[in-house]
């Protein structure tokens, strides 16, 4: 873990001594010299087709659905799409070595976590709204994909944690955490490795719901939406009285820092526990293990309100590098458009962040219900120092020690954390 978290320290400072290698940024408004807004050299016009365009993609089941919709793209448009397949989490650190040398794509995929970091090293474009039909998108998903005001690509996909149930074992999810309390209290029995709800309770990313709710969040927002990363909240009363409620499901049996992501699944699969929360990249292998028992729900209230998990978002940027911005665009807003959207949610069980796009799976539905009352994962790069903190602390926690005091320690070394990454600079200068 130690050497991950110096990975992570090194990278953060990687990314702020990379911000100004990359292309000049035309101020707001402003175009560069001699060119219109698509890049044509006539302000309004088209400009010339390219005979390819390129594109990373993320895995075999991606390259066959996007071959599909690109296919579509070459007969409508005359333009050849050409993809290659690149890991996700590999694609920014490769745009960062093959853009400048005049190689990479023109669209990429990133999780919103990281556009940050792509628009500060200079490697995703900044989009106008107002060229894109964005009406139909979730608003959180596109909030997640904006970075200090700016629109920096266009959401694919959504991720958020919900829950499983077994219909073998109950009849119905529970509706509010009293009710969810009820069930681990009737089903969980340690010695025999049963329990009445499985979750990775030390994961800071399934916790999250848990631990914020109502108004509590990990970063102070601006009125312009946009995060501070000097306001940590992570320790505030509401935080620590759900952290309480944690640690007394932990001494209880309830929760246990030994279920990992594996033994959840092997757990639930197996019909050791009726409830589970995880997120819809599950929900392929538990339909194949439970068949028809298996069912879907969003998390149970909170004092009367939705538990609010973190919201993932993927999204296609184009790369600030392309010399074919007219044509990407184009390319990107076929690719997320409603007749595509239906492919991408069938074909790759996405939940996509589109009202006017149907989901047939009645299971991966509860899914896209639930983004809809979910939080964006902040977007600034000070994020990266928040995870170990807190997953350290939430052990802490399920032993025993004190919330309020394991909490400010954590506060206290997310803090030291982000002022070592950014070398003692204020991350807003």
């Known amino acids: 873990m130690k050497s ?12 702020l001594m990379l911000a100004a290698c990359g292309p000049d940024r035309p101020e707001s408004g402003e175009e560069a010299a001699g060119e219109g807004a698509n890049g044509s050299g006539e302000e309004g016009s088209e400009p010339e087709k390219p005979e390819v365009l390129n594109v990373w993609l993320d895995g075999e089941n991606q390259m066959e659905v996007y071959g599909e919709i690109f296919e579509k793209y070459e007969e409508e448009t005359g333009i050849a799409v050409e993809f290659t397949e690149v890991g996700m989490t590999d694609q920014l650190e490769q745009l960062s070595l093959d853009a400048p040398a005049g190689q990479g794509p023109d669209l990429y995929q990133q999780p919103h976590d990281m556009i940050g970091s792509a ?11 107002s060229e894109f039909e964005l009406d139909a998108f979730n608003e959180n998903a596109l909030e997640a994909f904006t970075y200090e005001g700016s629109l920096m690509g266009v959401p694919f996909a959504v991720e958020a944690a919900a829950l499983y149930y077994n219909k ?12 969810l309390e009820a069930i681990m209290e009737e089903y969980t029995d340690e010695s025999n490795n049963e329990y009445g709800f499985l979750m990775e309770a030390t994961n800071f990313y399934f916790s999250y719901p848990l631990l914020f709710s109502g108004d509590e969040q990990i970063f102070g927002q601006e009125e312009d939406g946009s995060y501070n990363s000097e306001d940590l909240q992570v320790a505030t009363d509401g935080v620590v009285e759900q952290a309480t409620r944690m640690q007394e499901w932990f001494q209880a049996g309830y929760l ?6 594996d033994v959840l699944d092997g757990l639930f699969t197996d019909g050791k526990a009726p409830v589970a929360m995880t997120g819809p990249w599950k ?7 439970l068949g028809d028992s298996l069912g879907t ?4 209230e909170l004092d009367g309100e939705t538990m609010t ?8 940027m184009i790369s600030e590098y392309t010399e074919n911005e007219y044509w990407s665009k184009d390319l990107l807003k076929f690719m997320t458009n409603a007749d595509n959207s239906k492919l991408v949610t069938e074909g790759l069980r996405e939940t996509v962040p589109r009202s006017d796009v149907e989901n047939s799976n009645e299971l991966l539905r509860v899914f896209n219900e639930q983004a809809e009352n979910a939080n964006p994962m902040p977007n600034i790069p000070e994020m990266a120092q928040v995870w170990e903190p807190m997953g350290d602390a939430l052990i802490f926690i399920s032993n025993g020690d004190d919330p309020r005091e394991v909490l400010e320690e954590a506060k206290s070394q997310i803090q030291t954390d982000i002022d070592s990454a950014s070398g003692g600079q204020d991350s807003e200068e």
Do not use: C, H, R
């Open 4 to 15: 991950n978290k110096w990975f992570l320290l090194m990278m953060f400072a990687l990314v």
């Open 119 to 129: 628009y500060l090293q200079g490697l995703g474009m900044e989009l106008d709204p």
């Open 168 to 179: 073998d074992i109950i009849d119905e999810a529970p509706q509010t955490v009293e009710e």
């Open 256 to 261: 246990s820092e030994n279920v990992t992501g």
């Open 283 to 289: 929900l392929s292998d538990y339909s194949d293990a």
């Open 297 to 300: 729900a969003t998390l149970p």
């Open 309 to 316: 998990p973190f919201m993932g978002v993927k999204g296609w």
